[in-house]
């Protein structure tokens, strides 16, 4: 928590909806893009990004070296994430036609794996013509808020952990189960029981 950083003035207004199936949309004032001032720049094992705009962008770049950089599809699809791993959604990417190098537009040459979520498909790691795919985990769905960071969570857990990618999506797409099928974003009892068994 170090690189916390608390700005004054009030917190903009944020509204979330949510239709009859669930599905959430959040509305929130615009916001100051500022990063913290002081961002890490060694011993950074990690560094995954879900950050809207570009400030983030020559930082990711500068960490691309030192670390394993994780990062969310940019909103609309658009801005540069230079990363290694590169998480969508399927439903993100729309009508693209060759996902492949779409997703080395958005990220480099560098990226190794475009990991797409496909709900209850499970998800799939793609390289080139490579494709890797995970069967979603059973569960009866209670509730998909934080699902993505949950599934996020597990992807990079495994591939820090030393996983080949076939475990970590594994991995990822149990982790987004428990997240779905507890009425809370916080982890559940569950998971953590689960997280206690050698795996």
């Avoid at 239709?19 to 893009?33: A, K």
């Avoid at 996902?99 to 990220?107: D, F, K, P």
């Avoid at 189960?177 to 029981?193: D, M, R, T």
Wanted: glycine share 12%.
């Amino acid at each position: 928590c170090s690189h916390v950083e608390r700005f004054g003035g009030e917190t903009g207004e944020l509204l979330i909806l949510v239709d009859s199936t669930g599905e959430r949309t959040i509305l929130r004032r615009p916001r100051r893009p500022d990063l913290p001032g002081d961002l890490p720049s060694e011993g950074v094992d990690c560094l995954y990004v879900n950050y809207p705009g570009t400030a983030i962008i020559g930082y990711m770049r500068q960490m691309l070296g030192k670390s394993f950089v994780v990062a969310q599809y940019p909103k609309g699809g658009q801005a540069r994430r230079p990363c290694h791993v590169l998480v969508a959604s399927r439903s993100d990417l729309g009508e693209v036609d060759d996902l492949w190098q779409h997703a080395r537009q958005i990220a480099g040459e560098q990226l190794a794996w475009l990991v797409l979520t496909e709900g209850k498909a499970g998800a799939v790691a793609i390289h080139g013509e490579e494709q890797v795919r995970v069967a979603a985990r059973p569960v009866s769905v209670v509730d998909t808020t934080g699902a993505g960071d949950a599934f996020a969570g597990g992807l990079i857990h495994g591939l820090a952990r030393g996983m080949a990618i076939r475990e970590a999506l594994q991995c990822a797409v149990d982790w987004g189960a428990f997240a779905v099928a507890s009425e809370s974003s916080i982890p559940s009892s569950a998971l953590k029981n689960w997280l206690k068994q050698p795996h």
